[in-house]
């Protein structure tokens, strides 16, 4: 029985990774490493996700490289980071709906301190990111002669 509740578990897990890491592609995070996460503990039970692994995480460790490649992506990154922590403070503050906002001050800031709380977590989780593929692939790119 406890077999059975681990594999639960591991693959509820995944699938929400993997569901996560594909919303995350379009909206602020990590969405290749939660792909990547996703197939990993999905690959323990199935052999269509062993089988996308590898491919996956190649295109996840090729996508950090190449945000690090060149000054003005590590730059246009950080400015990405500064803009996810300035809003979430914001959420997190809350204040007055402006003058010119046209809707209900009900639709100002929508989520409170829930929504810049993970405005804040995602810009946090992306400057590791950044600083984790400047360390470990900025000089592989920079010595790579393929343009």
């Known amino acids: 029985m406890q077999g059975a509740a681990k594999r639960l578990v591991l693959e509820t897990l995944g699938w929400l990774l993997v569901l996560g890491g594909v919303a995350a592609l379009i909206l ?3 969405g290749l490493l ?3 996460g996703g197939l990993a503990l999905l690959s323990q039970q199935y052999e ?3 089988r996308r692994l590898e491919p996956v995480k190649k295109r996840a460790l090729e996508a950090a490289a190449d945000g690090v490649a ?3 992506r ?6 990405g980071v500064v803009v996810l922590l300035a809003l979430g403070v914001l959420w997190c503050i809350k204040p007055d709906a402006p003058g010119w906002w ?3 001050d009900k639709w100002w800031l929508v989520g409170g301190w829930g929504a810049g709380v993970s405005l804040i977590a995602s810009g946090l989780i992306a ?12 000089e592989i790119k920079a ?5």
């Open 143 to 147: 010595n790579d002669p393929t343009p």
């Open 127 to 138: 400057l590791a990111l950044i600083i984790y593929s400047y360390v470990n692939f900025r």
């Open 34 to 36: 939660m792909i990547v």
């Open 28 to 30: 602020p995070g990590p």
């Open 70 to 72: 060149t000054w003005p």
């Open 102 to 104: 046209p809707l209900a």
């Open 48 to 50: 269509w996700a062993e």
């Open 74 to 79: 590590i730059l246009m990154s950080s400015l």
